[in-house]
């Protein structure tokens, strides 16, 4: 996603197993999990190689994501107390901090720990659990190492958390989804700009 690995790279086993340090069991057993997820080819031969990732892609990527969570947004919306709104206001403060102190693991945490206050109080097991795996393709590091994102990604919280407050669902909706098409606008800006 990050394009650190390029479409046409191949991907060689032991290369891999030896930059990971693991043996090339859980290499190979990845690449068959990618493949059958549409991010590598078999190349009879010749091995495994990144399979075209195109900007509309991660537009639909990005999308799928938003829509999950604008609809588990909605249905933790009512459910909101002031135990909640204290609750992701900490997180969003530590996630602050994190972004200011350049702790790139504590900023991937701290927003992670936000959104899982929200998709926890939707009480939707299943929509979760997609949303769990379909941010498996975010490039999380990517934007934990990016202080303006940090800090959009701050701002969008707080926006958020006023309009739950204010019992706003749309606005809370609308909010949500834009953080998903900033972070695919913002992905396919750093992956042109490396090209």
Avoid at 23 to 49: C, D, F, K, N
Avoid at 98 to 120: C, D, K, P, T, W
Wanted: hydrophobic fraction near 45%; include cysteine.
């Amino acid at each position: 996603m990050s394009g650190e690995v390029r479409p046409g790279d191949f991907i060689r086993l032991d290369e891999t197993a030896a930059r990971l340090g693991v043996s090339v069991t859980p290499v190979r057993e990845a690449l068959l999990t990618l493949r059958g997820e549409g991010m590598v080819e078999l190349v009879p031969h010749r091995g495994y190689v990144v399979s075209p990732l195109s900007d509309d892609d991660i537009v639909d990527i990005f999308w799928l994501q938003g829509q999950i969570a604008v609809e588990l947004v909605r249905r933790a919306a009512p459910k909101i107390t002031a135990d909640v709104i204290a609750e992701l206001e900490w997180s969003n403060a530590s996630l602050s901090a994190a972004v200011e102190q350049g702790q790139a693991h504590e900023v991937e945490i701290g927003e992670f720990e936000f959104h899982r206050v929200l998709n926890r109080l939707a009480d939707a097991g299943k929509l979760a659990w997609f949303l769990n795996n379909a941010t498996r393709y975010t490039p999380t590091r990517l934007y934990a190492v990016d202080p303006e994102w940090g800090r959009e990604a701050v701002r969008s919280h707080e926006q958020l958390i006023a309009a739950l407050k204010s019992s706003d669902v749309d606005e809370a909706c609308r909010l949500m989804q834009r953080q998903f098409t900033d972070c695919a606008e913002r992905l396919i800006a750093y992956r042109s700009a490396q090209s």
